[in-house]
């Protein structure tokens, strides 16, 4: 079975920083991109950023300037560098990967908590 490995995350003050990371080195099937979404409660899933096969990165608008997406481990690790903290990033951060054929893959989330 395919499976995305997220680490890191935890709690941290504000204005401080935190990786995740993201490990797809068990999937097989050919990715057209790997990312991450957050989800906080009584919120819907927010994009956060994501890398695409041929190095194409995007963030979204509230993280801009912030995070930082990376690939590592030719391509089988990715990282979310996040900086500057603040309380309203406190979330469940899901990692995804978007296959050219065959549904979108998710992992099991890892919770990010910034305290005030």
């Known amino acids: 079975q395919e499976q995305l490995v997220e680490s890191g995350g935890g709690l941290v003050q504000a204005g401080g920083s935190l990786r995740v990371s993201c490990d797809s080195s068990?999937?097989?099937?050919?990715?057209?991109?790997i990312g991450w979404y957050r989800q906080a409660p009584g919120k819907e899933r927010e994009f956060v950023a994501a890398?695409?096969?041929?190095?194409?990165?995007s963030y979204g608008d509230s993280v801009k300037g912030r995070f930082t997406i990376s690939s590592g481990n030719a391509e089988k690790t990715v990282h979310l560098h996040m900086g500057s903290l603040i309380p309203e990033d406190t979330a469940v951060y899901y990692c995804?990967?978007?296959?050219?054929?065959?549904?979108?893959?998710w992992g099991q989330g890892t919770q990010v908590t910034v305290s005030t």
């Open positions: 068990g999937i097989t099937s050919d990715l057209a991109a």
């Open positions: 995804y990967a978007r296959r050219r054929v065959g549904p979108q893959l």
């Open positions: 890398i695409t096969s041929r190095g194409t990165i």
